[in-house]
């Protein structure tokens, strides 16, 4: 699994936007499916969303709809645009990897630092 490091979280008000970023020391990343992962203080990480080696995308309900994965042109970085933003989006996000051969990523051995939201008024 590859280490990441993620960017881009701030504080937006509700209904507000951001763009996360995730990208592992340049490498190219279109040999693996990438997760992002959401988790609340207190409360395991669960994934909201994956990009598959092919382009599919997945997501979780509570955020399909308003939130987007995408692969960098650059293909060394995988984008997380979030949208119509809710208290509850709230926490730290997290990126984690699986081969090409493999599922959508059910967590990491290895996390990053994480880059946090916060949503509020």
């Known amino acids: 699994q590859l280490q990441f490091v993620e960017s881009g979280g701030d504080s937006v008000q509700p209904g507000g936007s951001l763009t996360l970023s995730c990208g592992a020391s340049?490498?190219?990343?279109?040999?693996?499916?990438i997760g992002w992962f959401h988790q609340v203080p207190g409360t395991e990480r669960r994934r909201v969303s994956c990009?598959?080696?092919?382009?599919?995308?997945h997501y979780e309900d509570s955020v399909k709809g308003r939130f987007t994965i995408s692969r960098g042109s650059a293909k060394n970085v995988i984008f997380l645009q979030m949208g119509s933003l809710k208290p509850e989006d709230s926490g730290i996000y997290y990126c984690?990897?699986?081969?090409?051969?493999?599922?959508?990523?059910?967590?990491?051995?290895?996390w990053g630092p994480g880059t946090q939201v916060l949503v509020s008024s």
């Open positions: 340049g490498l190219v990343l279109d040999g693996y499916n």
């Open positions: 990009i598959t080696v092919s382009a599919r995308t």
């Open positions: 984690a990897s699986t081969p090409s051969y493999g599922a959508c990523p059910s967590g990491a051995d290895n």
